[in-house]
């Protein structure tokens, strides 16, 4: 495997940047890991809370098996190890918003074991071919409530919703050595939950988050004193955070002093991390396990369950969109990076070949390069998303059938789309409608052929004695002449004819 080039360019020579993230994904359940309080975002405060979430005397925590499983899920996408014995530990702290004064978590036997992932090769961000992260673990935890400080002049507000809700923190081993590398490393981490569905990868609501760990050190040498960065919710936070830690780590050892290990925060709005405490060890933390929770022990049955539950995943699809359908590694690497992508594309893939009476693999890279080239582009200009998007794959396989058949162009086409999105009508009504059906009568290309030449005779004769370049301006000039609606092909044909 090929190293990261990325260095950090100081006084005493180029520094090596050395990236562990903590990533904490909401698990996709609607109860919370321990009790039947709803897990719904957005709830007023305070209304998603059981006793068992309130620490209230007596009220015993009941593992929540869908989040087990999700998790379980999870570590067989990332063929990580599945520990068929595992146990809940209380990590013992205290802070307002944790009613039992402790967190029940994982310490010394997570659910989930060692894994990897591969993120995709990028010659311009420098990410280096078969670039494998490794996963160190998977442990299910239950998440803190929220502390509220702008409700009140003088005091903060706790609120409860969040208490209890399952979170599976993964562990990745310090193998990244750049910011694009962990900006990739969360992306197709995420990229891969939400094809799992075990968690919506919703890092602006919260529900997906890292804590990103920074060292420095020269080439070679050992791993340097690292910072605990905490809740960085986006990629483009995350590299930021990098790249602003591991300046001020540089300049700060250049200068004399000495990285102190220690827990951060990320301000977005200077794009600056600022101490927050001085970073705790396991033992601080006074782990022990949970007296209230027997050890999980999961049978082959629920293992299998699990393992026949997954989807076909990014890696798996990609290559089969090469092999099989014949698209080029850039297209399927798109169709693939995010889940609804790469459902939109199958339906449309389906419905276009319905709608052609062809086979899925003769119209994919037909249906491929226009989702990519001309319907993403379209969609955002007129402010949608795929997911809201007024034209539906029935519609846009109408489409695609007009340009297979014939009946518009490629040109005519896009104008089309633009007013399918504006009015939701269907593509052959807004044809009809509009007069767009394309021309392929011989005789009324020739009479615009004939016009164009003879008012353009001094281009037909340097066309003639060699500068054949000009045949594009004669097809663009016919095309103009007709409004985009003539035929390319027999334009081509016809031009070539009058042409010589």
């Known amino acids: 495997m090929t190293e990261s080039t990325y260095r950090i360019r100081g006084a005493t020579g180029d520094w090596e940047v050395v990236i562990g993230l903590e990533v904490h994904a909401q698990v996709t359940s609607k109860a919370k890991l321990f009790s039947g309080a709803a897990t719904a975002f957005g709830a007023e405060p305070n209304a998603q809370v059981s006793l068992v ?28 190890q599945i520990n068929k014995w595992s146990r809940f530990d209380r990590k013992n702290y205290f802070y307002a918003d944790l ?37 160190e673990r998977i442990h299910v935890e239950q998440d803190a409530g929220k502390l509220m400080h702008d409700q009140h002049p003088t005091m903060s507000y706790v609120d409860l919703n969040r208490s209890g809700v399952a979170l599976m923190e ?23 939950l939400r094809y799992v569905g075990s968690c919506d990868g919703n890092m602006e609501e919260g529900s997906m988050r890292a804590d990103v760990n920074v060292s420095v050190r020269k080439p070679g040498d050992e791993f340097g004193t690292r910072t605990e960065t905490k809740n960085v919710n986006s990629v483009r936070f995350v590299m930021q955070t990098i790249e602003h830690e591991a300046r001020r780590q ?9 990285v102190v290990q220690e827990t951060r925060l990320f301000d977005p709005s ?15 933390y006074r782990y022990f396990p949970d007296p209230d929770l027997l050890p999980l022990e999961l049978d082959d049955a629920f293992l299998d369950e699990c393992r026949e539950s997954l989807p076909e995943l990014p890696d798996a699809k990609r290559r089969r969109y090469v092999e099989d359908l014949g698209l080029s590694a850039y297209n399927a690497q798109v169709l693939t990076a995010e889940v609804e992508t790469a459902r939109w ?22 249906a491929a390069n226009w989702l990519i080239s001309e319907f993403f582009g379209a969609l955002n200009k007129a402010g949608h998303e795929l997911e809201d998007s007024p034209v539906g794959h029935a519609q846009a396989a109408e489409l695609l059938a007009l340009i297979g058949k014939g009946t518009i162009s490629g040109s005519i086409a896009k104008q089309v789309l633009e007013k399918m999105l504006e009015t939701g009508d269907g593509a052959a009504a807004i044809v009809e409608r509009e007069g767009l059906k394309q021309e392929s009568d011989s005789g009324a290309i020739e009479a615009a052929v004939d016009k164009i030449l003879a008012d353009n005779a001094d281009k037909v004769e340097q066309y003639k004695a060699g500068k054949e370049a000009l045949f594009g301006f004669f097809v663009g000039q016919t095309m103009k002449a007709m409004q985009g609606k003539g035929n390319p092909q027999v334009v081509n044909e016809v031009l070539k004819a009058k042409l010589g």
């Open 53 to 80: 979430d309130a620490a209230m005397p007596g009220m015993l925590p009941v593992p929540n098996r869908e989040c087990i499983r999700q998790a379980v899920r999870t570590g067989m996408a990332i063929d990580a």
């Open 270 to 284: 200077t794009g600056t991390t600022r101490s927050m405490r001085s970073k705790e060890d396991a033992h601080d």
């Open 250 to 258: 540089v300049d700060l050892i250049e200068d004399g002093g000495k």
């Open 99 to 135: 009613p039992q004064g402790y967190q029940i978590s994982q310490l010394y036997h997570p659910l989930v074991g060692e894994g990897s992932l591969v993120v995709e090769a990028d010659e311009k961000a420098g990410i280096p071919a078969d670039k494998r992260i490794g996963i």
């Open 170 to 192: 993964i562990v990745s081993r310090p193998d990244m050595r750049s910011p694009a590398e962990a900006g990739a490393y969360v992306r197709k981490l995420r990229s891969i």
């Open 345 to 366: 594309f199958e339906a449309l893939l389906l419905e276009t070949a319905t709608a052609q009476g062809k086979q899925p693999a003769d119209v994919a890279k037909q």
